[in-house]
């Protein structure tokens, strides 16, 4: 199956609708970054819901900032809310490649992020995985369904020693379409059986996994 065809048989619901929330009713004060409303608004205006929520953008950036002169990469763009987190982490030497197959959600990313560290790529994330396989990268945030449904092992073959693979939208909702739940269950069970990484299953934010490749 292409993968064009693959993203039309899932539905985009099934990533969740994500906005930014309290946390077990305590109002919690985050410093969020500058652009972030700008985009949450334009994202709206489109009826894009999938941007990553507080909790999974505050992971992100702390993940990121553990890295010096880092390589990233993110699969799904959507409209850069997660971009801006990580960017807060990144340090002036990192870089971040972020890959999204539908050009108008990226524009919004493209014209608000001003920021000589983000590469856009404009690509199916599968085509972009197929034409990096060479590469490593310190932290992956796979955000879409390549690199995490499907071209999995890719993705994870592209993270660097000591490097981190992330994924979200892990916990259950109404909205998932029939089947998806299995193929979040098949997933997690792939993440549990990688030797070479250690993991944790987090019931944070929306459900994430953050994978660590271990050093030899
Ligand atoms: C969950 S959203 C990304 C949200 C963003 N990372 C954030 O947290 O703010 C998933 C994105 O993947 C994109 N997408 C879907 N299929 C794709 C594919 N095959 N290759 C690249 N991007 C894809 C969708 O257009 C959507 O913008």
Request: proline share 2%; with cysteine.
């Amino acid at each position: 199956m292409l993968a064009s065809q693959k993203k039309a048989a899932m539905s985009s619901t099934d990533f969740g609708s994500r906005t930014n929330s309290r946390r077990q009713g305590r109002m919690i004060l985050i410093m969020q970054p500058p652009e972030l409303n700008e985009i949450i608004q334009k994202a709206q205006q489109l009826r894009f819901t999938m941007n990553c929520d507080i909790e999974t953008g505050q992971l992100l950036r702390t993940l990121a900032s553990s890295k010096r002169a880092g390589t990233f990469l993110e699969l799904g763009t959507g409209a850069g809310a997660s971009i801006t987190w990580i960017l807060e982490g990144m340090d002036s030497q990192s870089r971040l490649v972020s890959v999204e197959m539908d050009d108008s959600i990226q524009s919004i990313a493209r014209s608000i992020i001003k920021d000589e560290r983000v590469e856009f790529v404009t690509e199916d994330g599968s085509i972009f995985i197929e034409q990096n396989k060479g590469k490593k990268f310190d932290l992956i945030f796979a955000d879409t369904w390549p690199g995490k449904f499907y071209h999995l092992e890719e993705a994870l073959e592209m993270v660097a020693e000591g490097g981190f693979y992330i994924i979200d939208d892990l916990n259950p909702v109404d909205s998932w379409s029939l089947g998806h739940g299995d193929k979040v269950q098949s997933l997690r069970m792939k993440m549990r059986g990688l030797h070479d990484f250690r993991i944790v299953e987090l019931n944070w934010s929306t459900g994430l996994i953050v994978a660590t490749r271990r050093t030899k």
